[in-house]
């Protein structure tokens, strides 16, 4: 059966994005550069790992990580990643405003979900089929979902910074039974995979 | 030369003891047993981590590592750790309170230092010798000595549980340049090894 997973960037210090998020700075102050260095700087050596990322048949995300701000709705926005997103697939986003599906170049689709994270994730497993559906972030997001024991795989990406604030990953998720089943890295980035009981 | 190294245990969502820190519960509540059951549990698979924790020619800690509570300090407490405590080698203990030296059966002999950090590594380096100083913690000396740049080696011992609450690493610690130097593990904790720059 397919899997939910979330892969996430995360500071030693645990936080997942970097203070006063904006439309310069999506990641928050100093995250970007900090967090997913690897991934810009080494893409050959963690080719494995990428792949796990881009694998999944459908994708779930927060509004936040969909749009800057927490202010109005702007339907001219399509996201941070241009015409072309690197998802190839349907993307649920988590948000309290209808709109109508947007399709992007690629095989990306944005879906907006206003019913909940249990319906997206419903809607997302049915789009992804035999694939697994992929938790994209941000923290709070990923948090629902572990707090609502629905996610099967955590799959954090240490960078060897700390970031001194942000948004923490790990808030108010309860009780979780997480058995580490994988590790690999580089100077730039600790690779643990957990299983979520 | 001999190096400042840190052993430490830390939940995934960053807290090295629970809350509620107390005689009965000195790591506080749920932490002890979450945190360290690796060493209990598994000791032969992690017969090399332990040798390292244990091969310091001296050690550091903080007061609240060394005595319970926060209030009166009480000359008859000689730590949590029995008539013979696991450091077989000097200990210097920050306080603000000065006390004359405890030797105690097996080659610990817990110091009082009341100089500050500095002056604590400066003995324990002498202590040491050709051998590595240790700081044993808790959270706010480890803090302490990554914030102000004496610590060499930072072993990081994640236990695959979320604390959600009690003493944090790196809190106030400032810009860090940390490089992976290592890794391994089971399904209990994940040991991650950085040198400090």
Redesign the interface.
Known sequence: MSKVTCDIGMS???FVAGPNQSLENPLGEGAEECLHRWMFEEPEAHAEVIKGITAAGAYIMGRNMFSPGRGAWDLDWTGWWGDEPPYHAPVFVLTHHPREPVTMKGGTVFNFVTDGIESALERAREAAGERDVSVAGGAHTVNQYLAAGLLDELR?H?A???L?AGE?????????D????G?????L??H?T?RVR
């Open positions: 030693l210090d645990g954090l240490v060897p910074v700390v001194g923490r990953l790990f808030v108010d998720v309860g009780d979780l997480l058995v580490p089943v590790m690999s890295g580089t100077e980035v600790s643990l957990y």
